[in-house]
């Protein structure tokens, strides 16, 4: 059976796509002699369908506009090789209206929701702890008022291949729990498209949000690859890591103006391969990050957090804890209003034995700015153009020469023949095995985020079109 699968290989992220309609309800009633499809056009009729499911079962609502006042709750299991499936008869064809959505509970397993318009009040679609294996995948969402669109507790849910959009209200358009002090584990988002969430004027509005500051000590293993963000301006932070050991890979953000991918909370995320375009760039607190090969343009630049306690110590889990160990290499950087910085704070800590290498600093304020502690800093092989200086980076850390870049496809700069930065890149850094394309880091590596390569790409700079066609296509 056709599925999506979580590669975690920095080179590879497998994508395939859904079969259609008719091939899924023959696949469903070929698989299991109990397993049926089944067509429904009422709530009262979806709900006890739901009920009564079994695996294998495929479930079709018929397009129209249908009014809730529950949950519509599912708790059945399907298996691997036999989801339940609950399907609209088009994509978007089915709108759910009124006060409630889904409310997956335990103990669910391997069941899928796709191609519903979602406008009923917000904080209604959960995924609840104890449910395993959940798909949301090309569906709207446009909920009402105050409240997540999503919310993830379970493990290993996927969410692929939705629209959310049009928000104003305080809540996350995806809020990723969990249960106790563990996030959420295995939760995979990809090929997502969030646009214009406008500031309801309060905390809280995250367009993701993947963990909260109790859970931010346990490792998620999230995946959050491929996704676009256009004009999602919700709060500052625009995506906020709050848990550990999640990647987050190969993700559009544009036309964002102050909104930050922001390690918030937790240690030992993986940040590479985004392209961040007039946006709030980047923000780091916490321990063992690797941020590397991503591409920013027109961004307020990379934040090294200044601390204001450290977590390993003991400081309470909502402090901004003091980044330590973390390494910030092979970007590119091209005519951001600040490059690398770190703001002032009152007593602050500041950053511990943090690495920037080989990164491409070009155009925009001085090349580094720090106003907190920076003890133990290593720094080489950067290269420096047209900023307004040096700032303090270190003498005989980096090379003031032009890294001949040019603007090819989508308008990104990319070293062209001949560049410095080609094949000269200091140290070995073997975490660093791919470019911001996904292509192959090769030795000896070019500095910066581009690796000149012939290999397949993997990771793109998105656009609308892009995922409006992947969404409506099942």
Known sequence: MWTFRHQSSHAESRFILLPSLAALAAMACAVTASAATYEVNSIATLQSTIDNAVAGDVIIMQNGVYTTDAYITINRQGTEAEPIRILAQTVGGVEITGTHGFDVTSPAAYVEINGFLFTHASGRNQIRSGATHIRFVHNFFQCTGEGAYLTVAGHYAEIALNEFRNKSTLGN??????????????????????????????????????????????????????????????????ISNKSSANTYRYNTLVDSPGGELTLRHG????????????????????????????????????????????????????????????????????????????????????????????????????????????????????????????????????????????????????????????????????????DMDGQPRQNPKDRGADEISDAPVVGTFSTPGDLLQLIHQR
């Open 173 to 238: 358009m995806i809020d990723v729990r969990g249960s106790g002090s563990q996030i959420a584990q295995h939760v995979w988002i990809h090929h997502n498209y969030f646009h214009d969430f406008t500031s309801p004027g309060g905390n809280g509005a995250e367009t993701i949000r993947f963990g909260l500051s109790g859970l931010s000590l346990s490792n998620g293993y999230g995946l959050i690859e491929h996704n676009l963000f256009v004009r999602c301006t919700g709060e500052n932070e625009m």
């Open 267 to 434: 240690n030992e995320c993986l940040v590479y391969g985004n392209y961040l375009r007039n946006t709030g760039g980047m923000r780091i607190f916490g321990d063992r990050h690797k941020v590397f090969s991503n591409y920013l343009e027109g961004t307020t630049g990379i934040n090294i957090g200044n601390g204001d306690g450290e977590v390993a110590d003991g400081a309470p889990l909502t402090s901004h804890d003091r980044p330590d160990n973390c390494e910030i290499t092979f970007n590119t950087l091209v005519n951001n209003a600040r490059n690398y910085f770190q703001t002032g704070r009152t007593n602050g800590l500041g950053a511990t034995d943090t690495v920037f290498a080989n990164n491409i600093l070009q155009g925009g304020g001085s090349a580094a700015s720090l106003s907190g502690p920076y003890t133990g800093g290593v720094w080489s092989g950067n290269i420096i153009w047209q900023t307004a200086g040096p700032g303090v980076m270190p003498p005989g850390t980096y090379d003031e020469v032009d890294p001949l870049l040019v603007a090819k496809a989508n308008g990104l700069f990319r070293p062209q023949a001949g560049s410095p930065a080609i094949d000269t890149a200091v140290g070995d850094f073997a975490a660093v095995d791919v």
